[in-house]
């Protein structure tokens, strides 16, 4: 079991940059991935960002990649996604989300924030 607490969520003019944590607690060493979703209003939950607990792999999404950056911090137990040159259609709800097992689909995950708001403004 893992609970997971998304922070670092606001409004920001494009262009700008945000820096979204995820802190982890419980029983957090069997976690294998931890992963970045967003959803916008009126869409469906799109994948971002995961790294995996053993490399670390990371993967983004196509429409991400060269502008966001996810790491982790074994020390504070967090997952950060480092988010430069924000767009508006970068707007939504991010959520940390993690699984025991390697995962890339939402649907795969079995723990889940409650998700920090990402505004980014024309």
């Known amino acids: 079991q893992v609970q997971l607490v998304e922070s670092g969520g606001g409004l920001v003019q494009a262009g700008g940059s945000l820096r979204l944590s995820c802190a982890a607690s419980g029983r957090t060493f069997p976690t294998y991935i931890v992963g970045w979703f967003r959803q916008a209003p009126g869409k469906e939950r799109e994948f971002v960002s995961t790294i995996t607990w053993n490399g670390p792999r990371t993967y983004y999404a196509d429409s991400v990649k060269g502008r966001f950056t996810i790491s982790r911090d074994n020390l504070k137990n967090t997952v950060s996604l480092q988010m430069n040159s924000l767009k508006p259609e970068d707007t939504a709800v991010y959520y940390c989300?993690?699984?025991?097992?390697?995962?890339?689909?939402?649907?795969?995950?079995?723990?889940w924030g409650q998700g920090t708001q990402v505004t980014v403004s024309s």
């Open positions: 989300a993690a699984s025991y097992r390697f995962a890339l689909r939402a649907n795969e995950y079995t723990h």
